[in-house]
């Protein structure tokens, strides 16, 4: 039996289009702005340099509480990382699958750690379970091995990674507070004398107020990654899991868009070892179906 929909043109498609609209989007907005921009300098920008004298702006605390406020927006977005990686309810039901492991994707943070996910493991899955990864032709994508047969990504919930994210929420915190103080000094220094004096004050206020709270997440993502337990990807005898495993893998199982709309398991609960493949990798869906015998399956 063959499998044809690895990757599914369609989703493909789809999602190239997206992209694309969603960028002519952006110019075109860039292109809105800046048209607004001249037309309010054409016409003396006069409302704007009464709501920069009306909101205090110039003075210097009026410049840390719009440094603030920018500091808490970006924090906020490392807690939504956080809370959306680490505290939020995995989505979709319990389910069951067996395969081969086929490649492993470890817990390396790379350059951002507050960016990374958690690790995991693709698994060939057996044939009789590709109606649960196509989940009734709503997936958008589908994965597949090197030799054509679908595969379940599996993801483990890491310590490291939620250490990370937690040291970003803290490090753009204390960079943030720090870009307050520097980026409020600035501005004050360029003072609001004219429209555009307070416009390019307010911009150099912005841009120190993120670029240090940014470094900030970068640095403490580093130091809480670097705090907590760095444990291997494990089945449920606490042995690691190898390429070429026959598996068995328990947890929630769903359609997630940040992986191109395909289904994954996130994060596993149980990985139960059923033995080990003969072949080498890339597998085929032949080899569990083979290998992996019905009184030890799902």
């Given amino acids: 039996m063959?499998?044809?929909?690895?990757?599914?043109?369609?989703?493909?498609?789809?999602?190239?289009?997206?992209?694309?609209?969603?960028f002519f989007g952006i110019v075109g907005g860039v292109i809105s702005g800046i048209a607004a921009g001249v037309k309010a300098a054409q016409e003396g920008v006069s409302i704007f340099g009464k709501a920069i004298q009306f909101l205090g702006i110039t003075t210097t605390w009026g410049f840390v509480?719009?440094?603030?406020?920018?500091?808490?927006?970006i924090v906020s977005i490392f807690i939504y990382l956080w809370s959306e990686k680490c505290n939020a309810d995995p989505a979709g039901d319990s389910r069951c699958l067996s395969g081969v492991v086929e490649?492993?994707?470890?817990?390396?943070?790379?350059?951002?750690?507050?960016?990374a996910d958690h690790p995991s493991v693709d698994v060939v899955i057996k044939s009789k379970y590709w109606p649960i990864i196509e989940a009734n032709d709503q997936a958008k994508k589908v994965f597949c091995s090197d030799a054509g047969s679908p595969i379940l990504k599996v993801f483990y919930k890491s310590s490291k990674v939620c250490g990370a994210a937690v040291?970003?929420?803290?490090?753009?915190?204390?960079?943030?507070?720090?870009?307050?103080?520097?980026?409020?000094?600035?501005?004050?220094?360029?003072?609001?004398?004219?429209?555009?004096?307070?416009?390019?004050?307010?911009l150099v206020l912005i841009v120190i107020v993120a670029a240090l709270a940014i470094a900030g997440a970068w640095g403490g993502s580093a130091i809480g990654a670097a705090a907590a337990d760095d444990a291997a990807i494990n089945n449920t005898d606490g042995r690691s899991i190898a390429i070429g495993d026959l598996v068995k893998v328990t947890g929630p199982t769903a359609i997630y868009s940040k992986f191109?709309?395909?289904?994954?398991?996130?994060?596993?609960?149980?990985?139960?070892?059923?033995?080990?493949?003969?072949?080498?990798?890339?597998?085929?869906?032949?080899?569990?179906?083979?290998a992996i015998p019905d009184n030890l399956d799902c």
């Avoid at 490649?103 to 960016?115: H, K, M, S, T």
Wanted: contains cysteine; hydrophobic residues 55%; charged residues 10%.
């Fill in 2 to 22: 063959d499998y044809l929909k690895c990757g599914s043109l369609g989703a493909v498609v789809d999602t190239r289009w997206e992209k694309i609209l969603a």
């Fill in 65 to 73: 509480i719009v440094g603030i406020a920018v500091a808490i927006l």
């Fill in 103 to 115: 490649a492993i994707n470890g817990d390396d943070l790379g350059v951002f750690p507050f960016a």
């Fill in 167 to 202: 040291g970003a929420i803290v490090g753009s915190a204390v960079g943030g507070a720090a870009g307050v103080i520097a980026g409020a000094v600035a501005a004050a220094a360029i003072g609001c004398a004219t429209v555009w004096l307070c416009l390019l004050a307010l």
């Fill in 260 to 290: 191109e709309g395909a289904v994954v398991q996130y994060w596993n609960v149980t990985t139960e070892m059923l033995g080990t493949a003969t072949t080498n990798p890339s597998f085929s869906h032949e080899v569990p179906d083979a």
